[in-house]
């Protein structure tokens, strides 16, 4: 009696699995990569993250950076110009509601406002076809690194010490003479000084990012959003007073809506575009897209910005990242920093404030 004949699988169809089966392997090494499972030593998230949270305390629920910080509200009003340059459908003639973040950086979320001369503000567009824009931007001209290995050892070199509360100076030191890279910074940071005001000060995306049209051609761009209210009604903190940019904030929306211009500049050639580290000329080309408009504000306890991760790489149709370094690095880090705090019972509502545990 002869055996049953053995069955083979059409050739295609091996070569359909196998080529699944490379996929799925690559994708388990990507991760595998990206968690640090197979290369211990390298950089990971986690890292940085526990970097940031080193110096700037044991916080639970709050972010690792930039942890104080005010939720505000309001509305992108379009101007349209920027419909030609992108695909986006928040730059067509119109409206688009924005929850928005108003905050220091630092990860002690009982901070004085006067401890550092840097303001951030980030900002999510949701888009009527359920689409978002995130964009986290700072009142600074540059970033004082490059890579994401460079940021983790800064965080190093300017941890505090134990016995003092404060970094050795040397280590800084040493730092920034190894990286040339951060000259524009310290130009500019010893100069700064913190203002007295969130909304009068200009907060700039500093990492490029493309602009997609109707034509699939890409622009690369930086962003910035100016404000109408000028600098000149800056009138200096409330003596004493650590949460003086709150209370301005108060004041300012009592009297009325506050207003930024969104802008874009336009790279030229040869212009810079993965390199946060570089200031592009003061004359390139810039579009106003239109107005942000925020006409009300809360706190972070419970407002609408406390469960937003402003993951700057999430980003509607017609905006693309561009192959700066930091992007990743910031989008993996938030992503950390987000976990941790959401899971963190000082987080959630119906509890003990963290700031009883911590005084």
Known sequence: MQEPETRRPPAHAVWRWALIGLVVAGFAAAFGYVGGWLAPGRLTPKRI????????????GFRRNHAKGICVAGRFESSGALAAYSTAPLFAPGDTPVV?????????????????PIRSFALRFDLADGEQWRTGMNAMPVFPVSTAQAFY????????????????????????????????FLAWIKTAKPSASYVTETYQSINAFYLRDAAEQRH???????????????????AGDPDYLAADLAKRLGEGPLRWHLQMVFAAEGDPVDDATKVWPADRRTVDAGTIVIDRMQAQDDGPCRDVNYDPTILPRGIEVSNDPLLVARSAAY??????????????????SPKENHP
């Open 100 to 116: 928005g973040r108003l905050a220091i950086p630092g990860g002690n979320p009982y901070a004085a406002d006067s401890s550092v």
């Open 220 to 238: 690369a761009v930086r962003w910035k959003v100016v404000p109408e209210q000028p600098a000149s009604g800056d009138g200096g903190p409330a």
């Open 335 to 352: 992503a950390d920093s987000y976990l941790r705090r959401t899971s963190e019972e000082g987080h959630l509502p119906g509890t003990a």
């Open 49 to 60: 993250i526990d970097a940031l949270q080193a110096n700037g305390g044991e916080h639970p």
């Open 153 to 184: 050892d800064l965080q190093l070199a300017t941890h505090p010490d134990p016995a003092t509360g404060k970094p050795d100076p040397a280590k800084p030191k040493a730092f920034f003479a190894a990286h040339p890279e951060t000259a524009a």
